[in-house]
């Protein structure tokens, strides 16, 4: 299936969770939240959360400023 990381295409399997997705990936950051189809996805529900084609996720960083 196909989905969207940060505007990026990504093929993953069929029927993957969140969770899987993401530990499928490299490069990730230490401290990050996730927002599927404009959804926030607590951490705690990653791996009760299945993925879909077309599924839209994005990946936020924290940021400091002053």
């Known amino acids: 299936m196909h989905?969207?990381?940060n505007a990026q295409p990504i093929s993953t399997p069929d029927n993957v969770s969140l969770e899987a997705f993401l530990q499928?990936?490299?490069n990730l950051p230490d401290q990050f939240a996730i927002a599927v189809n404009q959804s926030f996805v607590a951490q705690s529900l990653y791996g009760a959360t299945?993925?879909?084609n077309g599924d839209e996720?994005?990946?936020l960083?924290?940021?400091q400023g002053g």
């Open 61 to 63: 960083v924290p940021m």
């Open 24 to 26: 499928q990936q490299s």
């Open 57 to 59: 996720i994005e990946l």
């Open 50 to 52: 299945p993925l879909k």
């Open 3 to 5: 989905i969207m990381l």
